[in-house]
Every structure is written in structure tokens, then in C-alpha cells.
């Protein structure tokens, strides 16, 4: 028995256009399949008892990596990770202690690729899922790319963020990624359209099992975003690539107050600066904006405020609560409560 070839396709048209002529290879010794982590493979194979029924039933099905969806709807087993949380809860009541992974050291991350998000706590921020009551905890990546034409420049750096991302992705659904990508993208579609596909190509793929864009229209949220600046780079175009295949959406020019003005990040001239994120956490998403520049945070960047709606919740009611009552004023420290503070506390 021959060991499995992987391939992979530097263009997503390449891999699926091989994908289409996979069926040709029926009742043979040969096939061709993507290729998904282990966690992913094993949901997959939970779920496809119901594939099969649905499919001799008539149904329309189709698989997005570890979901099933049976004529719109996704159906199945509880995920595995219900299925680990509830292990996890059942270990902390027998008195079980977790074993904490091991603590990476500098040298550690000597080999971490360039302009990746890095996984120390100064660029990767976690909040916990029950703040948002998310799926999972929300995690925040922070990425930088040198500029095209430099000394410091990677041809690999969509590539290896991309790498990264997967990585995160084992442990969440619900990611943004922020920062200088030094791309300019226009208003460029960053999601798949059947369009995208060769015309000989779109009797065999179901363009849904690429792209959660649904969520958008749920949201109203527009699929076009809006862009001051007309300008694509090579950077650009990769990153359009990458929000494709891993179902990242940006928020420039599409949500908040930046919805219709698609502001400059950059020298008041390019968008260079984003926001991407996941469509699980679009809902989650109150408000974006490019704020005007100031030299307190960057020599040629502007800032970008991103608000999210958290689901406060009351320990005793079960409810959210909230207070803004903007008749409290708070003066100034006065000393000579010193002591009597620290008697309080």
C-alpha cells in the first residue's frame, strides 16, 4: 500500500479544479481528498453516518470542514469540544489537577516566522467566552508586515500568519487579527463568489461550503466595503487570498462609522491597517472606526477603535445590567482622606 502524497496548491482554483476530476477516480485504488487536522477528521467521521442517510434520501448536504448541513441547517453529534469541556468539568470535581503546558522561554521564539502573530502575552490576547457568551474565548492577534521593496520584506509572510492562524483556530472559531499589514487591498471581494469558479467548475462545488457570507447578510452587513484608497499591492492581493480561504472578514469600510468611508490608515492616503475577524464573532461587533491621526501613537498610522457588545451579566439575577447614570461626578483625590481610605480597605 502507497503512503498518502500531500499537495499543496499555490492557487485555489489549481486545488479545486483537481478536486472536480477526484470522482473520475471512483471504484479505483486511488483518491483525492483535502486534508484537516486530526480534531477535524474525527468530527467529520461522527457526522458522516448522517451524511450518508441524507444523500440516499435526496437531500442536499454538504460538509464545511467539521460541520455537516443538511438543506441549510447544520445537524449532528455534540462537537468534541462539548465533549472535552465536559470531561474537563468532570476531572476539576474529582479532585484532578490539569497539567500546565510548558512555559516557553525568549530563545523559544527565536524561530517564530516573520510577520506572524507572535504567541507571547504582549501580542496575543485571550478573553474568556463567558464575557461575550461566545462558543469560545475570544482570541486577538496582533500582526505586523515589513513593506514591500525593503530590506525586510518576506515573500512568505501571508503564508506563515496563515500557518499561525490555523494553529489558533484548533483552539477557536472567534478570531481577530489587527494590525499594519502594509496591504492595500481597494475594495477587493474578500470572500468567494461563484464567480470565482470556472464555469465547467460550478456543476461539482457548492460555493456556501466555502464562505459564511450568509452571516453578513443576516447581520445586514454589507458584502462591498467601501475604500478611500484605489490602490491593490502584491500584499494586498494576498491577503484577499488568505481572508478567502480561511473565511476572514474586514471590518474597514464595511461596519460602525466607517461603514461608507473606507477612511486612510496611513499618511491620510492608504488603508494599510485593518481589522479582520471571523464571521462566528461579526455579531459580536458594535462598532469600527479609523480615528484621526495622532502623534502620540504613531509617527504615520492612525488609530482603529473597535467596540464590542459584552453581555454583562448579573451573579445573582441572571440578567444584564447596566448603569450610565451621568449625574455622578467624581472630584479630585483629596489627601487628607488618606487614612481614613486605608482603614476602609
Known amino acids: 500500500m502507497t503512503r498518502p502524497i500531500v499537495c499543496r496548491f499555490k492557487n485555489f482554483k489549481d486545488r479545486e479544479l483537481v ?19 486530526k ?3 474525527d468530527r467529520r467521521k ?3 453516518p448522517y451524511y450518508k442517510e441524507a444523500k440516499k434520501q435526496g437531500q442536499k448536504t454538504h460538509f464545511k470542514r467539521d460541520k455537516l448541513f443538511i438543506n441549510g441547517k447544520e445537524i449532528g453529534p455534540p462537537t468534541d469540544r462539548h465533549m472535552e469541556t465536559d470531561n474537563r468539568q468532570q476531572q476539576e470535581t474529582e479532585g484532578a489537577r490539569q497539567k500546565e503546558p510548558p512555559r516557553r522561554g525568549p530563545q523559544q521564539n527565536n524561530d517564530r516566522p516573520r510577520g506572524a502573530p507572535r504567541r507571547d502575552a504582549e501580542n496575543i490576547a485571550r478573553v474568556d467566552r463567558i464575557l461575550f457568551r461566545t462558543e469560545d474565548d475570544i482570541i486577538m492577534g496582533i500582526v505586523y508586515i515589513p513593506p514591500e521593496n525593503t530590506r525586510y520584506t518576506s515573500e512568505n509572510a501571508m503564508s506563515e500568519i496563515e500557518i499561525e492562524f490555523l494553529e489558533l483556530q484548533k483552539n477557536s472559531n472567534c478570531i481577530f487579527l489587527l494590525g499594519d499589514f502594509n496591504s492595500r487591498t481597494a475594495n477587493e471581494q474578500d470572500f468567494f463568489n461563484i464567480s470565482d469558479f470556472e464555469e465547467h467548475l460550478t456543476e461539482f462545488i457548492d ?12 447581520l ?8 478611500s484608497d484605489t490602490v491593490v499591492n502584491t500584499y494586498g492581493r494576498k491577503l484577499i487570498q488568505f481572508c478567502k480561504n480561511n473565511n476572514m472578514y474586514i471590518l474597514n469600510g464595511r461596519v460602525g462609522k466607517d461603514r461608507v468611508l473606507g477612511k486612510p490608515t496611513s499618511r491620510s492616503i492608504s488603508v494599510v491597517d485593518y481589522i479582520l475577524c471571523t464571521a462566528n464573532i461579526l455579531c459580536k461587533v458594535d462598532d469600527f472606526e479609523v480615528s484621526d491621526f495622532c502623534n502620540l501613537f504613531s509617527d504615520i498610522h492612525s488609530p482603529l477603535c473597535l467596540s464590542l457588545t459584552v453581555n454583562g451579566c448579573n ?13 455622578v461626578h467624581i472630584g479630585k483625590w483629596k489627601h487628607e482622606k488618606t487614612i481614613e481610605y486605608k482603614k476602609q480597605h
Open 315 to 327: 451573579a445573582t439575577q441572571g440578567e444584564s445590567e447596566v448603569i450610565n447614570d451621568k449625574n
Open 207 to 218: 460555493v456556501n461550503e466555502f464562505n459564511d457570507i450568509h452571516v453578513l447578510d443576516d
Open 19 to 37: 478536486r472536480s476530476f477526484a470522482r473520475n477516480l471512483k471504484d479505483t485504488k486511488f483518491g483525492v481528498n483535502e486534508q484537516f487536522p
Open 220 to 227: 445586514k452587513i454589507p458584502r462591498i466595503r467601501n475604500s
Open 39 to 41: 480534531e477535524v477528521n
Open 46 to 48: 461522527l457526522l458522516w
